[in-house]
């Protein structure tokens, strides 16, 4: 079974840039898709962006559309998730996660999940 490791997060300020990364190792993403959601203290976990290997199609979510880019290196087995122009409320918990199923933006889409790497953006 592939498992997922997520780096890149930090304290940084606001309209700085990070780019968060997802390493599998194991198997490979062909066939999946590999998502990234956050989960901020005291909320729901909430979906961010998501790329289906097969056919390279990605969503991303209002709340970081033109901020943020999901992009994959196939030979490095890793998603990456580059966030540009942060603002407060994009600090939360982190996780990539791989699954199979249909809606890219669903959760209970995906199988396995990585520990999650922590983003902080201050005022």
């Known amino acids: 079974q592939v498992q997922l490791v997520e780096s890149g997060g930090g304290l940084v300020q606001a309209g700085a840039s990070l780019r968060l990364s997802c390493a599998a190792s194991g198997r490979t993403f062909n066939g999946y898709s590999v998502g990234w959601f956050r989960q901020a203290p005291g909320k729901e976990r909430e979906f961010v962006s998501a790329?289906?290997?097969?056919?390279?199609?990605?969503r991303t979510s209002e709340a970081v559309k033109g901020r943020f880019t999901i992009s994959r290196d196939d030979a490095q087995k890793t998603v990456y998730l580059q966030m540009n122009s942060l603002k407060p409320e994009d600090t939360a918990l982190y996780y990539c996660?791989?699954?199979?199923?249909?809606?890219?933006?669903?959760?209970?889409?995906?199988?396995?999940w990585g520990q999650g790497t922590q983003v902080t953006v201050s005022s």
């Open positions: 996660a791989v699954g199979a199923g249909l809606s890219l933006s669903l959760s209970q889409n995906y199988d396995v």
């Open positions: 790329i289906r290997y097969t056919g390279g199609i990605t």
